[in-house]
């Protein structure tokens, strides 16, 4: 079978990103309909995974255990972490010992996270297929059972006007045409429960898997959904508790399985609570697979193509682009960083990666020739130039958002702290409360509400401010990820919490505008803002952790065309080139070009930290010092600072913008000691390589020594003893006449 899997593949000859993302579950992604489950679980799948097969057997003790606790297992878990292939893996495993009935919601091309599809609902479709069918007698008493339990099942007005009209021999589409959801889950389970056809054995059980259950047209972080499955539940089991032709229990022959992609049991869990009755439980099973999953995944894919030689034309440019994902595949930034930033949705992680790669390769032919794969260059340049990637993937519309200032602000007098990291790292803070922190997964347990981040807040931003933030901060979703999970309330558009609060409590419009909201005058209000919950996600911590204080995160906001390291290669090849020439005359002249085009680069990076340094202080001195009356050491000890993740909330925490001088710091040496390794290893005169380290050492620790000495305008004493620990390295090599090319500008 996998000669002639291969045989096939190779003549349709798919693009590189569709064997990556290769998947029999979703049309896009199935190769044209050329893999089915069978080869996908032969070839692909990678069963030997630890967390896999742990969640496997977590999912069959779950199943298995007691059928008459009435429960409901919940498998959640973020958009494209690999719900429905776990669970189907789980449905072939255990075929022979449980029958099951599966039907996957998500029947439309595009992932639709807020929980609606253009396309009709899959139980539709099923339910369609099923009563119009030869007039079946248990499907005909299924509507005749409903008529009778008018009272007790709670169907539509409409609907129950066209059963009303109904007679045996008219089964049309007039059954179904006036249907809502509510009316076709009911049908769906009064149909399991009168299959004379499955209750021949009263022995059998059945699972009924409901996947992407999020993806029909009703909103599932909301009431609505489990209303009407607490109705169509008790209402069916209900019958069966009067032995309804002498039926067995409908709670004690059903068990049902819902996929949803939600990151958060504690609401799930509280909706549960309070619209299930108490007859029914939810059994929460959270999706822990382990980020080194998704690389196992992703080497393994490589691999299949590589030995398999699935391509026969430009092999040399699949051999390069393969050869970049390889090292990437194999650092530990893949699954600490990479995974994450994309809240674990591979295939988004393998767009992102290929992008990344072509880009690199379609920058110039030079950058072509680039031996990345022989690891020439730096292992923080490949970090580097990694980030970069990542962050180009998502920069331009993220960056609109992220310069956007209310207009009645001056910021050069006023100062400025941005919103979108304001909001995120309040939400972290408040969420890293008497709660857990999973290292390996970058995620915190517990959710926060609005209300609370708008009380801390409101002192800082408009309440309009804060809520347009956090709508954007989970609308990122639309080209990335979302950075903040939102429950409780539909977000479509910017606008949506703030209109849909407006909406509720229209005369609260001038509380909410000045943000003047307290519990004893706004009861309603405050209540219902208790009831939206926002949870960081993954990607929430690493974009705070890593990603925005990085050296290469600004330089993409200052439009720097390339990564720093990619840039230093090339000047290095350059380099060598003229030497192989044998132009060692003109060596210092180009010496002098190289280091002006690195020096212009670091420039408008180091011109941005710089603005934003004066801006940050002035904004902490109006609010914090001035308006709020705190020092320094209650600034740095509240919540408004950066807290190293896991850590309590208590502790001395941090300004943003240390982080971003130290981080750019320690990433601008790191760029230096890569170039001075290079340049020792040139095969030229040895004072007209010394000479050239010198130039290259003073112009580099030039750079470090100037951001170092922004670390004393910063209120915060600490920067004093990083600024004499830097500065101690600094004058080493200064005193060395910068011929010391191998001390290390760290703390």
Not at 295 to 317: A, G, H, T
Request: charged share 25%.
């Amino acid at each position: 079978m996998n000669n002639k899997f291969f045989y096939e593949l190779k003549k349709r000859k798919p693009q590189l990103e569709h064997i990556l993302r290769a998947n029999p579950y979703e049309n896009l992604n199935n190769i044209d309909g050329l893999l089915d489950e069978e080869t996908f679980r032969e070839i692909f799948l990678c069963k030997n995974d630890e967390s896999f097969n742990r969640t496997i057997m977590e999912l069959k003790d779950k199943v298995f255990s007691s059928w008459e606790a009435n429960e409901i297992i919940l498998v959640y878990g973020y958009s494209g972490a690999g719900k429905t292939t776990l669970i189907r893996h789980f449905l072939n495993e255990n075929r022979d010992s449980i029958h099951y009935k599966y039907i996957d919601f998500h029947k439309s091309d595009i992932n639709h996270i807020d929980g609606h599809s253009s396309t009709e609902p899959a139980i539709t479709q099923m339910l369609r297929r099923q009563y119009l069918k030869e007039a079946h007698s248990s499907r005909i008493l299924a509507i005749e059972t409903a008529k009778i339990y008018y009272d007790k099942i709670e169907f539509t007005d409409d609907f129950r006007s066209v059963l009303s009209e109904h007679n045996n021999n008219n089964i049309n589409n007039d059954i179904l045409k006036y249907a809502t959801f509510k009316d076709i889950f009911l049908l769906y389970m009064l149909l399991l429960f009168l299959d004379d056809e499955q209750y021949k054995k009263s022995s059998n059980k059945y699972l009924l898997v409901f996947d992407n259950l999020d993806a029909v047209d009703i909103e599932f972080v909301t009431p609505n959904f489990l209303d009407k499955f607490a109705s169509a539940f008790e209402a069916v089991a209900d019958m069966s508790q009067k032995s309804f032709l002498s039926n067995p229990r409908f709670t004690a022959r059903y068990r049902f399985v819902f996929t949803l992609r939600e990151g958060n049991f504690a609401l799930v869990s509280e909706h549960f609570a309070d619209r299930l009755q108490q007859s029914i439980e939810s059994l929460p099973l959270p999706l822990r697979l382990s980020p080194i999953l998704y690389k196992k995944i992703f080497m393994k894919r490589l691999n299949i193509i590589r030995e398999n030689k699935i391509y026969s034309s430009d092999q040399n440019e699949i051999d390069y682009v393969m050869s970049i994902l390889d090292v990437w595949s194999q650092d530990a930034i893949f699954n600490k960083i990479i995974v994450n930033l994309f809240n674990r949705d591979y295939r988004k992680i393998v767009t992102a990666l290929l992008k990344t790669a072509k880009k690199i390769k379609n920058v110039d032919w030079e950058l072509w020739q680039i031996s990345m794969a022989d690891r020439n260059v730096h292992v923080y340049g490949y970090t580097g130039i990694l980030i970069r990637g990542m962050i180009d993937y998502w920069i331009e519309p993220f960056s609109e958002h992220y310069f956007s200032i209310q207009q009645d602000i001056d910021i050069n007098d006023y100062g400025y702290m941005q919103p979108l990291r304001m909001v995120l790292n309040m939400v972290l803070n408040l969420s890293q409360e008497n709660t857990m922190y999973n290292e390996q997964r970058q995620e915190c347990n517990k959710d926060t509400t609005l209300y609370q981040l708008i009380i801390y807040l409101k002192d800082i931003y408009p309440c309009k401010t804060i809520l347009y933030t956090v709508a954007r901060l989970f609308l990122y979703h639309n080209h990335w990820v979302q950075l903040l999970s939102v429950y409780g309330i539909p977000i479509k558009t910017e606008d949506s919490i703030y209109n849909e609060i407006l909406s509720k409590y229209p005369m609260e419009v001038k509380a909410i505008d000045e943000c003047n909201i307290n519990e004893k005058e706004n009861v309603e209000l405050v209540k219902y803002l208790k009831s939206i919950k926002l949870k960081i996600t993954p990607a929430g911590i690493v974009y705070l952790r890593h990603i925005h204080t990085h050296y290469e995160f600004y330089s993409a906001l200052s439009k720097n065309e390339h990564p720093l390291f990619i840039v230093g290669e090339l000047a290095i090849k350059n380099l060598k080139k003229e030497i192989q020439k044998a132009e060692r005359d003109n060596i210092s002249d180009k010496i002098e070009n190289e280091l002006l085009e690195m020096q212009n680069m670091i420039d408008t990076v180091y011109t941005l930290v710089k603005a934003h340094l004066n801006i940050t202080i002035k904004f902490y001195k109006n609010h914090f010092e001035k308006r709020k009356k705190m020092t320094i050491n209650q600034y740095l000890k509240s919540k408004y600072t950066y807290k190293p993740v896991g850590k309590t909330t208590s502790s001395m925490g941090y300004m943003h913008i240390s982080r971003v001088i130290s981080s750019h710091i320690d990433y601008l040496d790191k760029y230096r000691q890569y170039l001075l390794k290079e340049l020792n290893q040139m095969e030229i005169e040895i004072k007209t390589r010394e000479a050239i380290q010198i130039h290259v050492n003073m112009a580099l620790v030039s750079n470090i020594e100037k951001y170092t000495e922004l670390l004393l305008r910063l209120p915060d004493e600490r920067m004093k003893q990083w600024y004499n620990k830097f500065m101690e390295k600094i004058r080493k090599i200064k005193n060395s006449e910068y011929t010391d090319i191998k001390t290390e500008i760290k703390m």
